[in-house]
């Protein structure tokens, strides 16, 4: 491994190997600490492995979705006092199983995955043997993307697609082919209900406790970085009032 990120992370790695104090609660101490069956501990490249998962396909993925979560409910007021207005009804210190339950929540973050989706694409699948695919033949060896995309955004599946309408999420379900944030199949995101969990209660705790608004109402749009798509400005917020003490 001969990558900037690579060296970074073998020397945390090394690092935290050589400390003699206790391990922590964080995420590298709690790898370090797992044991397969045979009581066995993972090796470095393994410890390695599973970190850039984390931070390539975990981290940044979800931060970004919290980021055009906010630019959307922010955008249109009433989005955001309608969630508030049921957070609310879970009274104080809610239980996080029961947030993660809102059904405009739920809603939200759905919208939220369709209109601005952080992958366009999916991952691509390999033709291993001649296949033919709604009228096209396809030869081994020809790459297939689904994309997310332009699927999100077909009016006769989503009516006014460019619209940000939570309440379509309330009024019918969609199917796999429908709605596919996290790809599909086998190979779709293992991280998915990590990623809706941390996203509804991140959104929960910040909407229940401080009072934003966006610093710029112009339309943000979507900026790629890497392999996915992120709020070009960054969304912006003011803080104009904390909510609880
Ligand atoms: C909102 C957040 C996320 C979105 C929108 C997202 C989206 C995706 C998409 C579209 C794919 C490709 C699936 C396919 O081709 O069918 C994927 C794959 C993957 N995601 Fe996520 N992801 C998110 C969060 C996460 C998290 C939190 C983790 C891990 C903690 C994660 C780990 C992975 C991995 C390991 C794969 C590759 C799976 C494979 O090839 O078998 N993702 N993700």
């Known amino acids: 491994m001969s990558s900037l990120i690579g ?35 993972m090796s470095n490249a393994e410890l390695h492995d599973e970190l850039i998962t984390l931070l390539i396909a975990g981290h940044e993925t979800t931060a970004s979705a919290i980021a055009w ?60 043997e001649p296949v033919e695919l709604m009228g096209y033949q396809l030869d081994p060896g020809i790459r297939l993307y689904g994309c997310i995309y332009l699927t999100h955004q077909r009016p006769d599946l989503y009516p006014e697609p460019t619209l940000f309408k939570p309440e379509r999420f309330l009024e019918r379900q969609f199917s796999g082919y429908e709605f596919l944030p996290f790809g599909g199949g086998v190979r779709r995101c293992i991280g998915e209900a990590l990623a809706l969990f941390e996203m509804k209660l991140v959104l929960a705790t910040m909407l229940s406790h401080y009072r934003l608004v966006l610093a710029d109402l112009s339309p943000e749009h979507p900026q790629r970085r890497g392999v996915i798509f992120t709020p070009a400005r960054g969304v912006q917020m003011i803080l104009k009032e904390k909510l609880t003490a």
């Open 7 to 41: 060296e970074l992370i073998y020397a945390e790695i090394d690092d935290r190997r050589n400390q003699d104090r206790p391990p922590g609660s964080d995420v590298l101490s709690l790898l370090m600490s797992a044991r397969d069956e045979t009581g066995q501990p």
């Open 69 to 128: 979560a906010l630019y959307w409910i922010h955008r249109d007021p009433q989005v955001g006092e309608k969630l508030l207005a049921q957070l609310n009804q879970l009274g104080k210190a809610p239980d996080p199983t029961k947030i993660v339950q809102l059904p405009y929540l739920i809603a939200v973050c759905n919208e939220t995955l369709r209109l601005s989706p952080i992958a366009s694409l999916t991952v691509p699948r390999e033709v291993k």
